[in-house]
């Protein structure tokens, strides 16, 4: 049993924990959550507190690899956090250093959306393959790459941002692009791509049942147009009819590209798989190379809610598996 200490860095709340893991299976055995510190600095200081008061009362002894998660942009290989959107002022931060030097263990960084393909290649729904795409389908739409039985994380760690690719001259805004895949394919952008098509439908005289009138525009969410496509809403259908289009076209461009043996997806796909499921794999069969999609899998996360507890705890594990690879 390997014994792993993990932080997850996020821009309202951070969270460090302890696991014990083995080659198929981890248990977290303690875990904290606190919000975000105000500088970086002091988040560093909370981290290395934390892990230490874990360590004591879980009796687990030291890590012997400790794995942060963060959002990027980051340097992986440098351990330097470069400016994320939703941490101001964690500019060019060194985390790796703090924690190997306070707790004598190597120390790992991946951004959030690597840490999650490592935690479900290495004990979820991607295990046992050697090429697998994790996509995350959540706040926004990002991917990890395992490919040839490893992480790939591109020249400077901005491999899979696959959120990026137009799908459209104009559409749902994600990553900073009207009509991209992120538009189309996020909690953010169906919402935004709900609220224009209630808008529409209210002003025909057709209100939907997630958004009866103008003044509930502001709270429309995935969810709540999800929950209505479930109970057979005409309108939540077609928005989610136009999101499946959208996902298993993006999802071709993976086949094809990368031919990979299983693309695993997180959050919304899961949550929605009844309704997303046969339209994805409709445009896959229509998109994608037959020879290439015939020995791919495309299924849902296998460690649900509980990925972003098991990230920093697999990027610790990886630290350990690679050491001393070329």
Not at 44 to 51: C, D, Q, S, V, Y
Not at 149 to 160: C, I, K, Q, S
Not at 218 to 236: F, P, Y
Not at 275 to 294: D, H, W
Request: glycine residues 14%; proline residues 6%.
């Amino acid at each position: 049993m390997t014994i792993l200490g993990g932080v997850d860095i996020g821009g309202t709340k951070c969270a460090v924990s302890i696991g014990k893991a083995n080659a198929d299976s981890v248990e977290v055995v303690g875990k904290t959550q606190f919000p975000t510190p105000a500088t970086p600095q002091e988040a560093i200081g909370r981290f290395r507190e934390e892990l230490a008061k874990l360590i004591e009362s879980c009796g687990a002894g030291r890590p012997e690899a400790i794995g942060i998660s963060c959002g990027g942009p980051l340097d992986s290989r440098a351990g330097l956090i470069l400016s994320p959107p939703n941490l101001p002022n964690w500019d060019r931060i060194d985390c790796v250093t703090p924690l190997r030097e306070a707790f004598g263990a190597p120390v790992a960084l991946q951004n959030d959306a690597n840490a999650c393909a490592l935690a479900e290649w290495k004990w979820g729904a991607g295990r046992g393959t050697r090429n697998m795409i994790f996509l995350t389908f959540g706040t926004g739409m990002g991917a990890g790459l395992i490919l040839d039985g490893r992480l790939y994380a591109g020249t400077n760690d901005m491999a899979g941002e696959i959120g990026h690719m137009r799908m459209e001259p104009d559409g749902p805004v994600g990553y900073g692009k009207a009509g991209s895949f992120e538009g189309f394919c996020s909690g953010g952008g169906i919402a935004q791509l709900a609220r224009k098509e209630a808008e529409r439908a209210i002003r025909e005289g057709r209100p939907p049942a997630f958004c009866p009138s103008i003044d509930m525009l502001d709270g429309v969410t995935a969810k709540s147009v999800g929950d209505a496509a479930e109970r057979g809403d005409a309108l939540a259908l077609d928005i989610y009819r136009t999101v499946g289009v959208k996902l298993g076209r993006g999802l071709a461009v993976l086949v094809d590209l990368l031919n990979p043996e299983r693309i695993v997806i997180g959050s919304i796909y899961g949550r929605q798989l009844a309704i997303l499921e046969p339209i994805v794999l409709g445009e896959l069969k229509q998109e994608a190379l037959p020879i290439s999609l015939g020995v791919c899998a495309v299924v849902p996360a296998g460690l649900g809610e509980q990925v972003g507890d098991l990230a920093s705890l697999s990027v610790a594990l990886n630290v350990l598996e690679t050491q001393g690879a070329p």
